[in-house]
């Protein structure tokens, strides 16, 4: 870099790695910014955020117009003020407080002093980073899931971080990586998945699952996987800092040595990181050797489902991916990881044989299913809620209605609006109203019955209760468009 724009990272230029353990396939990736992607992520709220903002979106332009570029001074774009009070307010104000008891709130009635003093420890390497105190949600399995609540200073760190990161990385992601991407949704993941069905040759479907994903993440390959691009020290060790924190549990701290805590705020980057260098471009250059035989691939984080040609295509995929994922120390799950028949011709081809219905798949809280248009009879893919997701949403309601029972009517109302108008935000896609009536139907006959369980001696009688539940619970509709138009749309 020139010596005027000393506000830009400065950067050197690396060799491709030579017997160090990483195939070529591994290299930083020239591809330019993915279409329909946002170049500008963060709002600006001042004069001094906006230079801020500059200083980041020249770092973008670099990296963009050299992949092989390694960045040597990024610190202070995260130890900026503005940055960090950017990070401090988009965090979740009711968020749960870590292991130093500090809260949104409280930390924010002496923000002014809090920031440079932060600012100035980072400055110096006097900041240290907490334990992350694990706590565990109930999976929809019946397993107990562990999830990491990070220290308020930690998750206003690891935000500004994120936001310097993102400036380089997304120059490098792949078009087909959705997860915990700026601009970048689970609705244009699942749209990319039906567009990839519908209009490719794909007859085959590998449904992927690695097992213990964000548990299994090597520290040292993550480190190598960062400083490919990341030449600075301070940052590299900054990230060291948190994977080497450890885990706070039933008040005994406990090392931990490969993984990212899930619930952190650099752990979902960390994890593309890891598997753009793993997978992601693997993949790409595995579909460009292949002499025939189209190939779709979407992935959401550890979630990735792809579209094959020809079985023998497939297969031969799925076995080279195991072989290369143990170099990583990642495994598929021998259970979940399936190849099934699936596509416009699954359904002929299966009646021809004597078998059954084409088997069907779940991605992102959606059943995948082969299925025909009303109108003309031709090949669609419908998705209608996972029954698991929909069983444990109407059971939380329910859980919910039992502590709210005796809240005033419309404050029980107002609650159920907005929890049934979260599920109709995200599961309101096209040819899905069924599951949808069928959540609101539900929702209100629990909440008929917990009104009917407050008193003894009246009874509450359904005519009353439908008009609590056509004032209160929003009407069915569909919130999506169809993928092909909406993914038109963006590219």
Known sequence: MNEHRKSDSSVVPVKPPNNAGLSAAEEAEGRGLAKGNPRQQNALR????????????RVRLAAARDRRMRFTTLLHHIYDLETLRAAYLSLKRDAAAGVDGETWRHYGERLEENLPNLADRLKRGAYRAKPVRRVYIAKTDGRQRPLGVTTLEDKIVQRATVEVLNAIYETDFLGFSYGFRPGRSQHNALDALYVGLLTKKVNWVLDLDIRGFFDSIDHEWLKKFVEHRIADRRVVRLIQKWLNAGVLEDGKRMRV???????????????????????????????????????TVVRYADDIVLGFQYRSQAERFWKELSERLQKFRLELHPDKTRLLEFGRFAAETRRRRGQGKPETFDFLGFTHICGRKRNDGRFTVLRQTMRKRLQAKLSEVKAELKRRMHAPIPEQGKWLSAVVGGHFRYYA????????????????????????????????????????????????????PYPLHRLGVIT
């Open 429 to 480: 896609v096209p040819m899905n109203g069924p599951a949808l009536r069928l959540f609101r139907f539900h929702v209100g006959w629990l909440w008929y019955r917990a009104l009917s369980r407050r008193s003894q001696n009246s009874r509450l009688n359904w005519d009353r209760m439908s008009r609590l539940i056509a004032c209160w619970l929003p009407v069915t509709r569909i919130h999506h």
């Open 46 to 57: 001042t004069q001094s955020r906006q230079g801020a903002h500059s200083a980041l979106e």
């Open 257 to 295: 040595e490969e993984g990212t805590p899930q619930g952190s705020s650099i752990s979902p980057l960390l994890a593309n990181i890891y598997l753009h260098y793993a997978f992601d471009l693997w993949v790409r250059a595995w579909c460009r050797k292949q002499p025939r035989g189209e190939v």
